[in-house]
Protein backbone atom coordinates (compact mmCIF):
# COMPACT_ATOMS: atom_id res chain seq x y z
CA UNK A 1 0.00 0.00 0.00
CA UNK A 2 3.04 2.38 0.37
CA UNK A 3 4.26 1.71 -3.05
CA UNK A 4 1.00 3.27 -4.89
CA UNK A 5 1.03 6.10 -2.66
CA UNK A 6 4.72 6.62 -2.93
CA UNK A 7 4.50 6.46 -6.66
CA UNK A 8 1.72 8.83 -6.74
CA UNK A 9 3.32 11.66 -4.63
CA UNK A 10 6.45 11.21 -6.67
CA UNK A 11 4.68 11.78 -9.95
CA UNK A 12 2.55 14.54 -8.51
CA UNK A 13 5.67 16.45 -7.18
CA UNK A 14 7.19 15.77 -10.58
CA UNK A 15 4.06 17.04 -12.67
CA UNK A 16 4.36 20.14 -10.59
CA UNK A 17 7.76 20.92 -11.31
CA UNK A 18 6.89 20.46 -15.08
CA UNK A 19 4.12 22.83 -14.65
CA UNK A 20 5.68 25.38 -12.89
CA UNK A 21 8.72 25.26 -15.67
CA UNK A 22 6.72 24.98 -18.36
CA UNK A 23 4.66 28.43 -17.32
CA UNK A 24 8.12 30.52 -16.35
CA UNK A 25 9.19 29.47 -19.50
CA UNK A 26 5.88 30.72 -21.40
CA UNK A 27 6.10 34.11 -19.17
CA UNK A 28 9.23 35.21 -20.59
CA UNK A 29 8.54 34.00 -24.07
CA UNK A 30 5.47 36.84 -23.97
CA UNK A 31 7.59 39.49 -22.55
CA UNK A 32 7.68 42.52 -24.51
CA UNK A 33 10.11 42.05 -27.88
CA UNK A 34 13.15 44.06 -28.23
CA UNK A 35 12.39 47.14 -30.41
CA UNK A 36 14.71 48.44 -32.86
CA UNK A 37 16.92 51.41 -31.74
CA UNK A 38 15.74 54.57 -32.94
CA UNK A 39 17.49 56.21 -35.30
CA UNK A 40 17.24 59.70 -37.73
CA UNK A 41 18.45 60.10 -41.20
CA UNK A 42 21.82 59.66 -42.19
CA UNK A 43 24.16 62.04 -43.36
CA UNK A 44 25.18 62.19 -47.30
CA UNK A 45 28.73 60.83 -46.12
CA UNK A 46 27.57 57.62 -44.26
CA UNK A 47 24.83 57.46 -47.50
CA UNK A 48 27.57 57.87 -50.41
CA UNK A 49 29.97 54.99 -48.75
CA UNK A 50 27.19 52.69 -48.05
CA UNK A 51 26.10 53.12 -51.48
CA UNK A 52 29.51 52.15 -52.53
CA UNK A 53 29.14 49.04 -50.58
CA UNK A 54 26.50 48.05 -51.88
CA UNK A 55 27.51 48.43 -55.45
CA UNK A 56 30.24 46.00 -54.70
CA UNK A 57 28.34 43.50 -53.07
CA UNK A 58 26.03 43.69 -56.28
CA UNK A 59 29.19 43.62 -58.75
CA UNK A 60 30.23 40.37 -56.79
CA UNK A 61 27.09 38.65 -56.85
CA UNK A 62 26.48 39.20 -60.82
CA UNK A 63 29.80 38.24 -61.11
CA UNK A 64 28.78 34.97 -59.19
CA UNK A 65 25.53 34.80 -61.43
CA UNK A 66 27.93 34.78 -64.62
CA UNK A 67 29.95 32.17 -63.05
CA UNK A 68 33.56 35.01 -63.16
CA UNK A 69 35.76 33.91 -60.77
CA UNK A 70 38.27 36.73 -61.75
CA UNK A 71 35.57 39.51 -61.71
CA UNK A 72 33.98 38.03 -58.18
CA UNK A 73 37.44 38.27 -57.33
CA UNK A 74 38.26 41.92 -58.81
CA UNK A 75 34.38 43.01 -56.72
CA UNK A 76 35.57 41.47 -53.62
CA UNK A 77 38.42 43.46 -53.39
CA UNK A 78 36.22 47.04 -53.86
CA UNK A 79 34.19 45.65 -51.16
CA UNK A 80 36.72 45.03 -49.05
CA UNK A 81 37.70 48.70 -49.24
CA UNK A 82 34.18 49.99 -49.35
CA UNK A 83 33.11 48.09 -45.88
CA UNK A 84 36.55 48.94 -43.89
CA UNK A 85 35.67 52.77 -45.10
CA UNK A 86 32.26 52.52 -44.35
CA UNK A 87 31.50 55.95 -42.53
CA UNK A 88 30.13 54.18 -39.21
CA UNK A 89 30.63 57.34 -37.60
CA UNK A 90 28.51 59.28 -39.49
CA UNK A 91 25.13 57.66 -38.67
CA UNK A 92 22.70 59.92 -36.78
CA UNK A 93 20.34 59.38 -33.67
CA UNK A 94 22.47 56.94 -32.45
CA UNK A 95 22.27 58.33 -28.78
CA UNK A 96 23.69 54.89 -26.93
CA UNK A 97 26.20 54.01 -29.63
CA UNK A 98 24.90 50.50 -30.40
CA UNK A 99 24.05 50.96 -33.72
CA UNK A 100 27.41 52.39 -34.88
CA UNK A 101 28.95 49.79 -33.01
CA UNK A 102 26.67 47.00 -34.70
CA UNK A 103 26.97 48.50 -37.98
CA UNK A 104 30.90 48.62 -37.82
CA UNK A 105 30.83 45.16 -36.40
CA UNK A 106 29.02 43.84 -38.75
CA UNK A 107 30.94 45.78 -42.02
CA UNK A 108 34.13 44.05 -40.35
CA UNK A 109 32.34 40.49 -40.60
CA UNK A 110 31.19 41.53 -44.85
CA UNK A 111 35.39 42.29 -45.23
CA UNK A 112 36.45 39.30 -43.63
CA UNK A 113 34.00 37.30 -46.10
CA UNK A 114 35.22 39.01 -48.53
CA UNK A 115 38.61 39.00 -48.18
CA UNK A 116 37.93 35.03 -47.71
CA UNK A 117 36.49 35.06 -51.11
CA UNK A 118 38.86 36.15 -52.94
CA UNK A 119 41.09 33.29 -51.26
CA UNK A 120 39.15 30.62 -52.76
CA UNK A 121 39.83 29.13 -56.18
CA UNK A 122 37.08 27.35 -57.03
CA UNK A 123 33.54 29.41 -57.81
CA UNK A 124 31.26 27.21 -55.11
CA UNK A 125 34.17 27.80 -52.80
CA UNK A 126 33.35 31.42 -53.53
CA UNK A 127 29.97 31.06 -53.47
CA UNK A 128 29.53 29.92 -49.97
CA UNK A 129 31.62 32.76 -49.00
CA UNK A 130 29.31 34.73 -50.38
CA UNK A 131 26.05 33.19 -48.34
CA UNK A 132 27.69 34.59 -44.86
CA UNK A 133 28.35 38.16 -46.81
CA UNK A 134 25.02 38.36 -47.48
CA UNK A 135 23.70 37.47 -44.57
CA UNK A 136 26.05 40.11 -43.14
CA UNK A 137 24.94 42.65 -45.53
CA UNK A 138 20.92 42.15 -44.82
CA UNK A 139 21.94 42.30 -41.02
CA UNK A 140 23.45 45.54 -41.99
CA UNK A 141 20.92 47.16 -43.65
CA UNK A 142 18.86 46.79 -41.39
CA UNK A 143 20.57 47.81 -38.50
CA UNK A 144 21.69 51.27 -40.41
CA UNK A 145 17.64 52.02 -41.89
CA UNK A 146 19.45 52.00 -45.36
CA UNK A 147 17.00 54.48 -46.92
CA UNK A 148 18.23 54.47 -50.90
CA UNK A 149 16.72 52.17 -53.29
CA UNK A 150 14.17 49.36 -52.37
CA UNK A 151 16.46 46.50 -51.75
CA UNK A 152 14.92 42.66 -52.12
CA UNK A 153 16.22 39.76 -50.27
CA UNK A 154 16.03 36.52 -51.56
CA UNK A 155 16.48 32.82 -51.48
CA UNK A 156 17.18 29.97 -52.82
CA UNK A 157 16.00 26.46 -50.93
CA UNK A 158 18.29 24.36 -53.70
CA UNK A 159 21.78 25.82 -52.52
CA UNK A 160 24.27 23.92 -50.92
CA UNK A 161 22.82 20.34 -51.38
CA UNK A 162 19.23 21.94 -49.90
CA UNK A 163 20.49 23.70 -47.36
CA UNK A 164 19.13 26.75 -49.05
CA UNK A 165 20.66 30.56 -49.24
CA UNK A 166 20.09 34.13 -49.30
CA UNK A 167 20.94 37.04 -50.97
CA UNK A 168 20.12 40.24 -51.51
CA UNK A 169 19.37 41.84 -54.62
CA UNK A 170 18.61 45.52 -55.99
CA UNK A 171 16.28 43.79 -58.43
CA UNK A 172 12.93 42.22 -58.03
CA UNK A 173 13.66 39.61 -60.75
CA UNK A 174 15.51 36.59 -59.30
CA UNK A 175 19.28 35.87 -60.93
CA UNK A 176 20.84 32.98 -58.90
CA UNK A 177 24.15 33.68 -57.52
CA UNK A 178 24.59 30.08 -56.21
CA UNK A 179 23.61 28.38 -59.64
CA UNK A 180 24.35 31.09 -62.01
CA UNK A 181 23.00 29.59 -65.42
CA UNK A 182 22.51 26.31 -64.23
CA UNK A 183 19.36 27.27 -62.44
CA UNK A 184 18.99 31.27 -62.96
CA UNK A 185 15.77 31.48 -62.08
CA UNK A 186 15.41 29.51 -59.30
CA UNK A 187 15.04 30.96 -56.20
CA UNK A 188 11.81 33.41 -54.51
CA UNK A 189 11.65 36.48 -52.62
CA UNK A 190 11.43 36.38 -49.01
CA UNK A 191 11.18 39.79 -48.03
CA UNK A 192 12.53 43.80 -48.95
CA UNK A 193 13.56 46.57 -47.53
CA UNK A 194 12.35 50.18 -48.08
CA UNK A 195 13.20 52.63 -45.38
CA UNK A 196 12.95 55.44 -47.81
CA UNK A 197 9.10 55.58 -47.37
CA UNK A 198 8.33 56.80 -43.98
Not at 83 to 94: P, R, V
Not at 98 to 112: E, F, N, Y
Request: proline share 3%; glycine share 8%.
Amino acid sequence: MKKPLLLVVVLAIIGAAAYFLFFKKEKKEEGPKDQPLSIGENTNSFNESFNQLLTAYFDVKDALVASDTVKANAAAAKLVMAADSLKTDEIQGDSTGGIKATAKDLAGTMSGWARGLMGENDIESKRKEFESMSDALWSLMRTVRYSGAKIYYQYCPMAFDNKGAYWVSKDRAIRNPYFGDKMLECGSLEDSLDYSKK
